[in-house]
């Protein structure tokens, strides 16, 4: 079984829902609390063990570059003035191994994600969204989804169930139900379907371990959903000829792509962390009453 080492993070898009903030600014780059949410991702990536990140930047996106890379005249400034701790912070983020290329038209997640043909070979690999943050503190939804590749091969799509109303913002998984692993047999897959489309409530949540076949296939997916080459479509004609599982993962999933899951995010983060959470627990307390 071959280790899922490298991962795609696609960021190219948009991000036209955080409008006027994302008019110069990635939405990748918006913090939750202090740190931007891509750096929650990559930080996820490197916790489940992926040791190469390749990210689908594009227009407007030079900013996660300047994240991810040194900042000697802050450093400078940081060193000169002991501040040691803010230091090893900038530092760190500039110690990770991270790739670029450019998506050069809006075709698609399908498209972002062809994108990664050279880069991935033909070894299976991590597939990441930017919008979905997940919450885990034991053990990292993509790893969660390693593990069961290395169980079961294949590839493997982390789910979690929505309700009837919500079917339409996801795409969502139909098969065989395999007693025991909390796994199904992918045998159908619709992209935002409407309730009454829709195969499940088993939705699919930003997260992916997909073998390389998928490029051939994504070169012949015609635009779907919103005239726009769908993963989703890809990953379908993929479960005719491998297997593909859907594994509804553990952990608090935030859709940081909408305004009141960023918010949610943003909330729990800062009452989860040590230096804020009681004050900002208290003040809530006290604004709500
Ligand atoms: C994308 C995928 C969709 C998936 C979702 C998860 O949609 O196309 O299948 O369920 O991410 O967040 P998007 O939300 O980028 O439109």
């Given at each position: 079984m071959q280790k899922i080492k490298k991962a795609v993070i696609p960021a190219a898009g948009f991000g036209t829902r955080f409008l006027p903030a994302t008019k110069a600014?990635?939405?990748?780059?918006?913090?939750?609390?202090?740190?931007?949410?891509?750096?929650?991702?990559?930080?996820?990536?490197?916790?489940?063990?992926?040791?190469?990140?390749?990210?689908?930047s594009g227009h407007a996106k030079r900013a996660i570059e300047d994240h991810f890379d040194s900042a000697p005249v802050l450093e400078a400034m940081l060193e000169e003035k002991h501040k040691d701790d803010l230091l090893k912070m900038v530092r760190?983020?500039?110690?990770?191994?991270?790739?670029?290329?450019?998506?050069?038209?809006?075709?698609?997640?399908?498209?972002?994600i062809l994108c990664a043909r050279s880069f991935m070979g033909d070894d299976p690999f991590a597939v990441l969204l930017g919008d979905d943050v997940v919450y885990n503190q034991e053990k990292?939804?993509?790893?969660?989804?390693?593990?069961?590749?290395?169980?079961?091969?294949?590839?493997?799509?982390?789910?979690?169930?929505?309700?009837?109303?919500?079917?339409?913002?996801y795409g969502v998984v139909a098969g065989e139900k395999i007693t025991g692993a909390g796994l199904l047999k992918v045998s159908d897959m619709v992209e935002k379907p409407s309730v009454d489309e829709a195969p499940s409530n088993m939705a699919v949540m930003g997260r992916y371990i997909i073998s390389s076949s998928i490029f051939d296939i994504l070169e012949k997916t015609p635009p779907g959903k919103g005239d726009e080459i769908q993963l989703t479509d890809a990953l379908k004609v993929l479960a005719k000829s491998e297997?593909?599982?859907?594994?509804?993962?553990?952990?608090?999933?935030?859709?940081?792509?909408?305004?009141?899951?960023?918010?949610?995010?943003?909330?729990?983060?800062?009452?989860?962390?040590?230096?804020?959470?009681?004050?900002?627990?208290?003040?809530?307390?006290?604004?709500?009453?």
């Amino acid at each position: 079984m071959q280790k899922i080492k490298k991962a795609v993070i696609p960021a190219a898009g948009f991000g036209t829902r955080f409008l006027p903030a994302t008019k110069a600014t990635p939405k990748e780059m918006l913090p939750i609390v202090d740190k931007p949410t891509i750096q929650y991702i990559v930080e996820e990536a490197l916790s489940s063990g992926i040791e190469e990140i390749l990210i689908i930047s594009g227009h407007a996106k030079r900013a996660i570059e300047d994240h991810f890379d040194s900042a000697p005249v802050l450093e400078a400034m940081l060193e000169e003035k002991h501040k040691d701790d803010l230091l090893k912070m900038v530092r760190e983020t500039a110690d990770i191994n991270i790739h670029y290329i450019r998506q050069k038209y809006m075709r698609g997640l399908g498209d972002a994600i062809l994108c990664a043909r050279s880069f991935m070979g033909d070894d299976p690999f991590a597939v990441l969204l930017g919008d979905d943050v997940v919450y885990n503190q034991e053990k990292p939804a993509l790893k969660q989804l390693i593990d069961i590749h290395e169980a079961y091969g294949g590839s493997v799509l982390g789910c979690q169930l929505v309700s009837d109303e919500e079917v339409s913002a996801y795409g969502v998984v139909a098969g065989e139900k395999i007693t025991g692993a909390g796994l199904l047999k992918v045998s159908d897959m619709v992209e935002k379907p409407s309730v009454d489309e829709a195969p499940s409530n088993m939705a699919v949540m930003g997260r992916y371990i997909i073998s390389s076949s998928i490029f051939d296939i994504l070169e012949k997916t015609p635009p779907g959903k919103g005239d726009e080459i769908q993963l989703t479509d890809a990953l379908k004609v993929l479960a005719k000829s491998e297997p593909v599982w859907a594994y509804c993962f553990d952990g608090k999933r935030y859709d940081v792509g909408d305004k009141l899951g960023f918010l949610k995010a943003t909330v729990e983060f800062a009452l989860r962390r040590d230096d804020l959470g009681q004050e900002f627990r208290q003040y809530l307390v006290d604004l709500l009453k």
